[in-house]
Nanobody
């Protein structure tokens, strides 16, 4: 079981950037499929981005494609979500999650471990 701890959230203006970090202990992230999800008030949790284990291929939700980048630092056992050109609709609690098998990368229940979340607030 992985212990995942997110950090880097905050309150910014539209157009600004933030980088979220997800540090792991207990498992080696480079072997896992790592996902980022978010949940806005009153809305269901939604997929944001994913990086696969091994080669590190990536997938993104259409709403963030071209603005967000997911990456991994194997030496630090940490996954990042670089968020540029932030919009008010990006406001949410962001969660990282780890999946052993990586199937259905955009489906929350396929992930085994979850972080506690970090708040991102974007004002116009």
């Amino acid at each position: 079981q992985a212990l995942l701890v997110e950090s880097g959230g905050g309150s910014v203006q539209a157009g600004d950037s933030l980088r979220l970090s997800c540090a792991a202990s207990g498992r080696t992230l480079s072997t896992l499929s790592m996902g980022w999800f978010r949940q806005a008030p009153g809305k269901e949790r939604e997929f944001v981005a994913q990086i696969s284990g091994g080669a590190g291929s990536t997938n993104y939700a259409d709403s963030v494609k071209g603005r967000f980048t997911v990456s991994r630092d194997n030496a630090k056992n940490t996954v990042y979500l670089q968020m540029n050109s932030l919009k008010p609709e990006d406001t949410a609690v962001y969660y990282c999650a780890a999946s052993t098998y990586g199937a259905l990368y955009n489906w929350g229940p396929s992930y085994d471990d979850w972080g506690q979340g970090t708040q991102v607030t974007v004002s116009s």
